[in-house]
Nanobody
Framework: QVQLVESGGGLVQAGGSLRLSCTAS????????MGWFRQAPGKERKLVAS????????YYGDSVKGRFTISRDNAKNTIYLQMNSLKSEDTAVYYC????????WGQGTQVTVSS
């Protein structure tokens, strides 16, 4: 069973930056397309970025395109989300998981952007 641990969230002013990390246990990580999801209060969890197992193909939601960058280090079983030019609407709990067939969800990491 894969366990996911997200970290790197925090409180930041609008326009600031954060870098999220997600470390996964389990042998299937390197063969999996992974995604970063976020859930704002009262809203559904939504995919914001994803990356294929080799890093060749990335996807970004329209709301984060040009501001967020997803990357991965398969040797460390870790994916990252560099978030720049943060906006108040980016406030949410951020989770990582398999892009297509999510495993059990981790606890996420809270990102709060103050305006």
């Amino acid at each position: 069973q894969v366990q996911l641990v997200e970290s790197g969230g925090g409180l930041v002013q609008a326009g600031g930056s954060l870098r999220l990390s997600c470390t996964a246990s389990g042998r299937t990580f390197s063969a999996s397309a992974m995604g970063w999801f976020r859930q704002a209060p009262g809203k559904e969890r939504k995919l914001v970025a994803s990356i294929t197992w080799g890093g060749q193909t990335v996807y970004y939601g329209d709301s984060v395109k040009g501001r967020f960058t997803i990357s991965r280090d398969n040797a460390k079983n870790t994916i990252y989300l560099q978030m720049n030019s943060l906006k108040s609407e980016d406030t949410a709990v951020y989770y990582c998981n398999h892009r297509d067939s999510p495993w059990s969800w981790g606890q996420g990491t809270q990102v709060t952007v103050s305006s």
